[in-house]
């Protein structure tokens, strides 16, 4: 059965830290204490992607209008190139849009060169190089999307 949209429920903490564990080496993935820092958030907004079984993916942004910072996106190994990602980052775009986001940005690292593709797939670009920006020593790049007008009809 394939993965459907849901918000994020706190009995869904377990698995979205697990989840973030297997994305991200040790150092770049959240701990315990950050993740559910950013997920309570007051601005905060988590999108899930699961069936009955499991957890395919999910998508945690902060939102400030009119800009918005995507935290983390995170698909199961299992779950890449199916869409999981794009559906996730595309309903939280419409979302964001909804409520008065014109500008969205995010971090990733300079040679993950995956997420690059796929974010500038999704229409984001390269702003800047964050000098040592994941534990003090890797490179990341600061990229943003405008959102268009259409996007959120």
Same mark, same amino acid.
């Given at each position: 059965?394939?993965?459907? +949209? ?16 297997? *994305? ?10 950050? +993740? ?9 907004? *988590? ?36 869409? /999981? ?12 849009? &909804?409520?008065? /986001?014109?500008?969205?940005? +995010? ?8 997420? /690059? ?12 190089? &964050? ?23």
């Amino acid at each position: 059965m394939p993965a459907t +949209l849901r918000a994020y429920d706190p009995k869904d903490f377990a698995p979205l830290f697990k989840l973030d564990q297997a *994305c991200f080496p040790p150092g770049i993935s959240y701990t315990k204490t950050m +993740l559910r820092y950013f997920l309570t958030l007051p601005s905060a907004d *988590c999108l899930v992607a699961a069936d009955e079984k499991r957890i395919a993916g999910f998508i945690l942004t902060e939102e400030n209008p009119p800009l918005a910072h995507i935290i983390t996106l995170d698909v199961s190994e299992k779950d890449r190139r199916t869409g /999981v990602g794009s559906k996730l980052l595309a309903e939280s775009e419409r979302n964001l849009q &909804l409520r008065g /986001v014109k500008t969205i940005l +995010l971090e990733t690292s300079v040679d993950n060169e995956p997420a /690059v593709a796929f974010w500038q797939r999704h229409g984001y670009r390269i702003e800047a190089v &964050l000098k040592r920006y994941y534990l003090g020593r890797l490179d990341a790049y600061e990229m943003r999307k405008r959102l268009s007008a259409s996007q959120g009809q």
